[in-house]
């Protein structure tokens, strides 16, 4: 089925959509954070997202990550651009096949206004941080920490520390071998989502 | 009134040639993935047991743990 642009548009707040289809926001990561901050910014409709993953889709990761069955075995970035075609065609996507590191991060990421941290391992979020933080102490960073488990909504919150953000509530650990559950990462991702609006619109 | 730093918004005592990681054993923080930041600058891994963090300084240390 054909839409159109001025249609998918058609409830949104003419005050802040100008704002919103001229951002471009980075994600770093499109597992359970990722995968989620993605549908919802594109449901918005920010401009354009450039989203870097060397990863692929894999059952287990169906419990939380927006996928589908028949999308296990591809690139994680290729199935979450198909998927977020059929959302919203009317934003641009940037999709990047790669392991991220020091070296490729200021390259890949350099037209963003707010760049979200959506890995999954501590050391990949520390080193994505100080190398943003580094290059580009200018430019906003939303990373996540502490979503393992479920409940404990009271504990979820967000903290900044100048241009660096932190969602999540910065105590829950992963079991060996057990991961995420959606409600508690897709709350965590949609935090994140929802900070990248607040700032756009500041 | 004693000299002090602030380390995640509680005063600490402040002491000749405090290091990161002086603080951290005050705090007693044995998490190893860490950002720091003094005064709002990102105080990296290499300069943990070198960098004197001055009288005065706010010291944030936030812990990343995984999952995501």
């Known amino acids: 089925m054909k839409i159109s642009q001025k249609d998918f548009f058609s409830k949104h707040d003419p005050k802040i959509l100008p704002i919103i289809r001229k951002a471009t926001v980075g994600i770093a990561g499109a597992g359970g954070l990722g995968s989620n901050v993605a549908v919802s910014l594109a449901r918005v409709g920010i401009g354009k997202l450039i989203i870097a993953d060397f990863d692929t889709i894999e059952a287990s990761n169906l419990n939380r990550q927006q996928y589908f069955i028949e999308q296990i075995g591809k690139p994680k970035v290729i199935a979450l651009l198909e998927n977020l075609k059929k959302i919203n065609p009317f934003s641009e996507y ?6 991220l590191n020091e070296k490729n991060i200021p390259i890949i990421f350099k037209d963003v206004d707010i760049l979200v941290e959506a890995f999954d391992k501590a050391e990949m979020k520390k080193m994505l941080i100080e190398t943003w933080l580094s290059e580009f102490p200018e430019k906003p960073i939303i990373a996540a920490s502490g979503l393992a488990g479920y409940g404990m909504n009271e504990l979820i919150h967000t903290k900044k520390l100048d241009n660096l953000y932190i969602c999540g509530d910065e105590i829950t650990k992963l079991k060996n071998n057990i991961s995420p559950m959606a409600p508690r990462v897709g709350i965590v991702a949609n935090m994140q989502a929802n900070l990248v609006l607040e700032m756009l619109l500041m | 009134m004693k000299k002090q730093i602030i380390v995640n918004d509680n005063p600490i005592e402040w002491k000749k ?3 990161i990681d002086k603080i951290l054993k005050i705090m ?5 993935m ?7 600058k990102l105080i990296k891994k290499d300069e943990y047991g070198t960098k004197i963090v001055p009288e005065n300084s706010d010291v944030k240390i936030i812990h990343l743990i995984s999952g995501g």
Do not use: A, E, P, R
């Open chain 2, 34 to 40: 860490l950002v720091i930041k003094v005064d709002g």
């Open chain 2, 28 to 32: 007693n923080y044995s998490f190893k």
């Open chain 2, 17 to 19: 040639n405090l290091t």
């Open chain 1, 94 to 99: 940037q999709i990047h096949h790669i392991k």
